[in-house]
């Protein structure tokens, strides 16, 4: 067995420089790594979302937070405001909720909230706008954080809406600075040893290069996991439709129109637009199901959705691969990023999921050389993390009264729906979800963010004995002191575009 003692990165997107950057500082020296990303074949360059997660990678990376907003656009974002999910706009009773990032108050010793809203302690008010202060300082587009806070933190909890491929080049040139080694070049052919593992690629202009350990980020091509290992692909599309994305950059009305501080999710007959604000202009995206919609069609409603601004300029068309690899990591090559999953763009798990994976390579590497152990651990605990995203994904769509569109009743048709999931929900009727439902060590959301999506989507929990929750006066104080407190906190806090201001002039 021969120690490992260096690191092919193939792939310099988001997941390739991240990977990079991760493992040069948790490994320190001890570990060469080079990176080779071709200049023929770009990056995906959309993934604008991200999960509160991000905040401890990047300063694990040793990024400040002022220079990460400058470099890469970026804005604050405390969650998803998903508009029409529930039922279609224009139709009676709600449409429309929203996944704060922070989790429901919660006093030591004080009372779980969930049981006391659904015993009606908040009146009509919705759980996330009775539980937390988030969704008021959302609303406001106030920002989670004041400008004197320390890099990374906040009162309220919160990730970034930023511009992918300014990221990649900022997470490149902060790698090279900490000593990753960077190779232009095109990967043409992969040489497999007799044991099936990898012996070599082969670059059309730099030759032969070899490593201990390889890691394929070279997105959907998959070209060393996928075309060379043979990995086989789970495609999912049974269970989520989507796999077509159009997307358009738009500007702003004005530049200091308002920066929403949330993702907005809107739900469309065959699937559903993202609309973020970055600091200059905004994302814009229609992730639709090709089964239940056709390319003209949502081109229309990606156009009727952004409105005048989108005149004059083209939508990008994207093919998705939406599914995994139950095997991502194979004898000396693990696949980290498209190339070895893909759920879709709800809840932003891409970068989330890029960020579990590097954090597990760098936690379980194999110095030794003894492969074999370290790849069995990694390749159940990431399978087990896609199946928990899946079912936390498809909750979005299974539980909607919309029957406008195939698109939606598709969705709630239970032969569509996990039966992990459907296990879960049958659960639910008969009380709320717990975080002891979860292992939390291996779900990419918490607890709450479930709790959140049910009951913003109106799933109904059957209480059978409100008298086991005795403490309904002090629940309702919390619920008032919250509200209090709200309206406080949208006084403290700056907007999201003031507070980027207050960065990008630093
Ligand atoms: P890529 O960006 O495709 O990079 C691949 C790299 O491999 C490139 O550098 C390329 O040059 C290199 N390469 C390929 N073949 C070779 C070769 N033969 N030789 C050398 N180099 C090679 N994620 C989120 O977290 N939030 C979101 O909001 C979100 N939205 C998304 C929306 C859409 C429509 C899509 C499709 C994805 C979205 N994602 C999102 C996922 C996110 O974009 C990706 O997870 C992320 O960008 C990582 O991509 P990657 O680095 O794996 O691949």
Redesign the pocket.
């Known amino acids: 067995m021969k120690p490992v003692q260096d690191v092919l990165i193939?792939?310099?997107?988001?997941?390739?420089w991240l990977a990079a950057c991760f493992l040069r500082r948790t490994l320190g020296d001890s570990i060469g790594i080079t990176l080779?990303?071709?200049?023929?074949?770009?990056?995906?360059?959309?993934?604008?979302?991200?999960?509160p997660s991000i905040r401890g990678t990047l300063s694990v990376i040793g990024i400040d937070e002022a220079r990460f907003i400058r470099e890469c656009n970026a804005t604050f974002k405390q969650g998803v405001h998903f508009a029409n999910w529930v039922r279609p706009a224009g139709t009676p009773g709600q449409q429309s909720y929203f996944h704060p990032f922070s989790q429901p108050s919660q006093r030591p010793g004080g009372p779980e909230l969930l049981p006391y809203w659904l015993l009606g302690a908040a009146g009509s008010t919705p759980f996330a706008e009775a539980a937390t202060l988030q969704k008021a300082v959302a609303d406001a587009r106030h920002a989670p954080k004041r400008p004197g806070d320390a890099d990374y933190m906040g009162p309220l909890n919160y990730a970034y809406h930023f511009d992918?491929g300014s990221f990649?080049a900022l997470l490149c040139t902060h790698a090279q600075s900490l000593g990753v080694k960077r190779i232009e070049?095109?990967?043409?052919s992969v040489e497999l040893a007799e044991d099936g593992a990898i012996a070599s690629v082969t670059?059309r202009e730099s030759g032969k290069l070899t490593a201990g350990l390889y890691i394929d980020?070279?997105?959907?091509?998959a070209?060393l996991i996928g075309e060379a290992l043979g990995s086989p692909f789970r495609n999912i599309n049974d269970t989520l439709f989507v796999d077509r994305?159009m997307?358009m950059q738009v500007p702003y009305d004005s530049p200091d129109a308002p920066i929403a501080s949330y993702?907005i999710s809107t739900a469309h007959e065959a699937g559903w637009t993202?609309d973020?604000g970055l600091h200059e202009r905004r994302g814009v995206?229609y992730?639709f199901s090709s089964r239940h919609t056709d390319e003209t069609r949502a081109e229309q409603v990606l156009r009727n959705y952004i409105g005048k601004a989108s005149e004059g300029r083209d939508p990008r068309l994207?093919k998705?691969n939406v599914g995994y690899r139950d095997t991502q990591w194979v004898k000396n090559c693990v696949a980290?990023?498209?190339?070895g999953g893909?759920l879709?763009?709800l809840e932003?798990?891409?970068?989330?999921?890029?960020e579990a994976a590097t954090y597990l390579v760098s936690y379980l590497f194999p110095f030794n050389g003894d492969v074999a152990p370290v790849a069995k651990q990694f390749n159940e605990q990431m399978k087990a993390r896609y199946e928990k995203i899946v079912d936390f994904v498809k909750l979005h769509y299974c539980l909607t009264k919309r029957t406008d569109n195939s698109f939606w009743t598709d969705n709630v048709n239970p032969s569509t729906i996990p039966e992990t999931l459907r296990e879960k929900l049958a659960m639910w009727r008969c009380r709320p979800p717990h975080q002891l439902d979860f292992i939390t060590d291996l779900e990419m959301y918490p607890p709450s963010s479930w709790q959140y999506v049910l009951y913003g989507m109106e799933f109904r929990t059957e209480i059978h004995n409100p008298r086991a929750y005795a403490q309904m006066g002090a629940a309702q104080k919390e619920f008032r002191m919250i509200a209090e407190v709200s309206k406080r906190a949208v006084a403290d806090l700056p907007t999201n575009r003031a507070l980027v201001q207050h960065y990008t002039r630093k």
């Not at 193939?10 to 390739?16: E, F, H, K, L, S």
């Not at 080779?36 to 999960?51: A, C, D, L, R």
């Open positions: 193939v792939g310099g997107g988001t997941a390739g080779v990303e071709s200049k023929e074949i770009g990056i995906i360059g959309v993934g604008e979302g991200t999960f992918a990649a070049a095109t990967v043409d670059t980020c070279t997105g959907f091509r070209r994305a997307a993702t993202w973020i995206g992730v994207l998705l980290i990023g498209l190339s893909f879709e763009p932003s798990s891409g970068i989330g999921l890029i």
